[in-house]
């Protein structure tokens, strides 16, 4: 016998309350919550649990907790769907509606947490990933697909979101003029299923008032919201996909509309369910990523503003949650705001504020230590990253070799496991090259010790072949690998902050300390600039500290990509055709080809928006020749991307990585189009 409808309800509000305290920070109260519950609902929360733990903490053991948990969520719904089928009652959808949904909300979060596991163990192997993408959401396309044409016939574009601007560059997914309250009945089109079951309208808040057609208000939110949310996620993951990935899929059957996956994500953000969460955690992730990695945005200040408006909704809900103070953070430094974004994140790890949910507060902490150490703060930026290392030591290889600290204080009384922790660039920068060779010496061990299914992964890789660079200068230049350290002259950090493209964001100041520091390297800049002078004296060093095509096209790189970021279009045009030059020559960072080609593409756009501002800013309108002038900086900027592609090949560092920037900006150039088609109207 089916569970009474009264008890489902029981159980989901105490499961509803057990995410409230989740999405507060109180980690603990939320498994107690949970945990005090035996339906599927309470099980998938604890499921969730564990995978929020599992993927922010990049816990092995964790996973299989999740999995198992999961998958008790998913066999109660299935349970639960098949008493429910021989239901006689009337409803607004068929019998057993909700549980369905229920087994999808699990199976998605599986799905997922299924494919990191195998994705991970195949080291990125893309003939490997496309087979974990077949095989493991095979039967979850058709149930999205068959859920959603159920539960919204006639599309979403009646429905409520959370936006708080309208942009020609954008769909209308994300924007309704009736998004100014998220309690507002919405009316379907004539002849549509909600029409046809139960009135004239249907309302989707989260009131106490009765819903005609069977469901009340409660399973009401839970079935339309919770639709959204799981095609829209498994729309979105598909159309994030590398391009060639991608290709295979859509080739065995898999379609995707990353549009439609925005258009329902922010249908079920404007609501208050538990899926509204979820769909707003899913658009601040997929908005942040866009706004950082794609290095150009088609309409900056309408995706900002769609991102605070969200960010604001769930924080006035959940104020102590860290991943939404992250959020605030991260729209701050966005806007070329670090200052306030640290203070955002330094307030955010207040001792005052709940901290059970440790995985959560060290991404508070891993973008504290980010963001100050952009601001050249390395001190502190040094202690947020011991603070980091201290509550996961998932990041240990990958801090010792990229983060740049201050100093060496902070050593008293920290066990030798912790002392290896500690960022090896800031004692390269103090000159501190005993104390930056132990922790080198240590890297080995560690990426040896944190393997997933027995495999390196890409980031761990490349350190590797780092490493041995570096063994090999320190060979040549004095016969033994010792003290290898002393011919790192181009921070391992700079060179993994192109692939997170952290250049970009940070302000003008930054860059030119950046600048004036590449350009001291041995041989000087040939490139004139007007933020550094080339000029010798007469007690300049006779030394040279690049003697490598690599290192000598990682600068080229650099320069041109830091001298964007502050506004010198045509020297960073200059280097970046220097550092494109060469990487036909490059032994190692093979990466460079490809990446350059990509920042050149983004460099014709940024430059191209600059001039197009500068017409705005004095109240003009694009004329002709602007708008001919934009077709082609979109026309070259999408061949260098294509070239760019072609070499993102398996056999490059991080390509995947490249491959996935491509698509978010070919998608960009893609509205820019559209704006300009618009306005030539």
């Known amino acids: 016998m089916a569970v009474s409808e009264l008890n489902t309800e029981m159980h989901l509000r105490s499961a509803t309350e057990g995410f409230d305290w989740l999405f507060s920070n109180e980690l603990n109260k939320a498994r107690d ?127 409520a979101t959370p936006a708080t601007s309208k942009s020609t560059s954008r769909t209308a997914s994300l924007y309704s003029e009736a998004s100014t309250s998220t309690g507002t009945a919405v009316k379907p089109a004539k002849g549509s299923f909600f029409g046809r079951f139960g009135g004239s309208s249907v309302s989707v808040p989260s009131t106490t008032s009765s819903a005609s057609g069977g469901f009340k208000p409660y399973y009401l939110t839970t079935v339309t919201i919770s639709t959204c949310l799981d095609a829209s996620v498994f729309n979105l993951v598909f159309s994030l996909l590398p391009g060639k990935i991608r290709g295979v899929v859509g080739f065995l059957g898999f379609n995707h509309d990353r549009k439609l996956a925005l258009q329902a994500l922010a249908v079920s953000a404007a609501r208050t ?58 729209i701050l430094r966005m806007c070329h705001d670090p200052e306030g974004a640290i203070k955002v994140l330094q307030d955010g790890l207040q001792p005052n504020r709940p901290h059970t949910f440790v995985q959560a507060d060290g991404l508070l902490i891993f973008e504290l230590a980010w963001t ?87 980031t761990e890789v490349f350190i590797k072949k780092k490493l041995a660079f570096y063994k090999e200068k320190q060979q040549r230049l004095t016969g033994s690998e010792a003290d290898y350290v002393r011919c790192i002259k181009i921070s391992p950090a700079e060179e993994l902050g192109i692939f997170w493209n952290t250049h970009a964001r940070i302000t003008k100041d930054a860059a030119i300390a950046h600048i004036v520091e590449l350009a001291s390297l041995r041989p000087l800049p040939t490139i004139l600039s007007p933020l550094f002078t080339t000029e010798d004296s007469a007690d300049s060093p006779t030394t040279v500290d690049l003697d490598t095509p690599d290192e000598l096209a990682v600068r080229s790189l650099l320069l041109g990509i830091v001298h964007r970021t502050a506004g010198e279009f045509d020297a960073a045009r200059s280097f970046l055709a220097d550092a494109h ?101």
């Open 372 to 458: 100050l150490l952009s601001q050249r703060r390395h001190q502190e930026a040094a202690e947020m990253f011991m603070k980091m290392t201290e509550i996961n030591s998932w990041w240990v290889c990958v801090f010792v070799l990229t983060k740049i600290a201050a100093n060496s204080s902070g050593l008293s009384g920290v066990t030798q496991h912790t002392t290896s922790l500690l960022p090896v660039c800031c004692y390269i920068s103090l000159k501190d090259y005993e104390k930056a060779q132990r922790l080198l010496d240590a890297i080995p061990a560690l990426v040896d010790k944190k393997k997933i299914g027995g495999k390196d992964l890409p």
């Open 33 to 159: 919550t949970f945990t005090n519950g035996d339906s599927p609902f309470h099980a998938l929360g604890l499921g969730v649990c564990a995978f929020l733990e599992a993927a922010l903490g990049m816990e092995t053991g964790l996973m299989a907790e999740a999995s198992r948990l999961l998958a008790l969520s998913e066999a109660g719904a299935r349970k639960h769907m098949k008493l429910a089928k021989t239901s006689s009652k009337s409803t607004q959808f068929p019998p057993g509606t909700e549980w369905e949904l229920l087994h999808s909300d699990a199976r998605v979060i599986h799905g997922i947490l299924a494919m990191s596991l195998r994705n991970e163990q195949a080291s990125l192997s893309q003939r490997y990933l496309t087979f974990c993408l077949t095989t493991q959401l095979r039967s979850a396309h058709s149930k999205f697909s068959k859920l959603y044409k159920t539960v919204y016939p006639t599309g979403l574009e009646d429905y």
């Open 581 to 681: 030059s060469r990487y036909t020559s490059v032994k190692t960072s093979t990466w460079v080809g490809g990446v350059t080609l990509f920042e050149l593409a983004v460099l014709d756009l940024k430059e191209m928006e600059a001039r197009t501002e500068r017409g705005a800013a004095e109240g003009t309108t694009l004329t002709a020749t602007q708008k001919e002038a934009w077709a082609h900086a979109l026309k070259n900027a999408s061949e260098k991307l294509d070239k760019a592609l072609s070499l993102a090949t398996q056999q490059v560092d991080l390509s995947s990585r490249l491959d996935s920037r491509i698509v978010m900006l070919k998608d960009e150039i893609a509205i820019k189009r559209e704006m300009l088609a618009g306005i030539a109207q």
């Open 273 to 330: 369910d538990v899926h509204a969460i979820f769909a707003g955690l899913s658009l601040m992730t997929y908005h942040g990523v866009v706004l950082l990695l794609s290095g150009y945005q088609a309409d900056e200040s309408h995706i900002i503003k769609q991102y605070r408006a969200i960010v604001d909704k769930v924080e006035s809900r959940y104020p102590t949650g860290s991943l939404w103070i992250l959020n605030r953070a991260k």
